[in-house]
T-cell receptor, first 113, second 113 residues
Framework: ELKVEQNPLFLSMQEGKNYTIYCNYS?????LYWYRQDPGKSLESLFV?????AVKQEGRLMASLDTKARLSTLHITAAVHDLSATYFC?????????????FGTGTKLQVIP | DAGITQSPRYKITETGRQVTLMCHQT?????MFWYRQDLGHGLRLIYY???????DKGEVPDGYVVSRSKTENFPLTLESATRSQTSVYFC????????????FGPGTRLTVL
């Protein structure tokens, strides 16, 4: 069974600072997704990473995938309050039948003005 | 409405009652999923469906029943609700286009008294 670990689980940072959220997973996969969830809301897809070395950027967020290290990072540049949310990574893996997706436990980001 | 919808958005019921949560998507996606989200547990997969009339258990299926007679609908039934099923339930769908990126409904907040 695939395990997906995110760290940190909680991150409080000041506006203008940079930080990185890490997503480690335990089995071979070359497809990984990042989602954002605002408090009381649903999940929204942020990035789809489909190969080793994939890098995607949207505004102050940049996601990358290293399939050899089984690691994805979500880098936050010059954080602003609007980025406060919970971020989930999710990993695609072959369970022997359907390609399953397992979610990490999430990283709650709080950006302090 | 285009997209993925869930109903009801909020539901309060009593222990032992049967409850059905509805999920409808307009994209004709093949795959549909039901998750529950609880503090400290992240997102847990209850059931998924690869196509109409094809369903399978996820991580926490006990106490739940699903059906999928039409591609666009994927109802989740709690046969005899228990307090431990108090949670927020999310439905999601994905259409294979080289990835399993999932699109989430707005969620149903269920309280079992």
């Amino acid at each position: 069974e695939l395990k997906v670990e995110q760290n940190p689980l909680f991150l409080s940072m000041q506006e203008g600072k940079n930080y990185t959220i890490y997503c480690n997973y335990s089995t071979t996969s070359d497809r990984l997704y990042w989602y954002r969830q605002d408090p009381g809301k649903s999940l929204e897809s942020l990035f789809v990473l489909l190969s080793n070395g994939a890098v995607k950027q949207e505004g102050r967020l940049m996601a990358s995938l290293d399939t050899k290290a089984r690691l994805s990072t979500l880098h936050i540049t010059a954080a602003v309050h609007d980025l406060s949310a919970t971020y989930f990574c999710a990993v695609d893996w072959d369970s022997g039948g359907y390609q399953k997706v397992t979610f990490g436990t999430g990283t709650k980001l709080q950006v302090i003005p | 409405d285009a997209g993925i919808t869930q109903s009801p958005r909020y539901k309060i019921t009593e222990t032992g009652r049967q409850v059905t949560l509805m999920c409808h998507q307009t994209w004709s996606h093949s795959y549909m999923f039901w998750y529950r989200q609880d503090l400290g547990h992240g997102l847990r997969l209850i059931y998924y469906s690869a196509a109409a009339d094809i369903t399978d258990k996820g991580e926490v299926p006990d106490g739940y029943v699903v059906s999928r007679s039409k591609t666009e609908n994927f109802p989740l039934t709690l046969e005899s609700a228990t307090r431990s099923q108090t949670s927020v339930y999310f439905c999601a769908s994905s259409g294979w286009s080289g990835s399993n990126e999932q699109f989430f409904g707005p969620g149903t907040r269920l309280t079992v008294l």
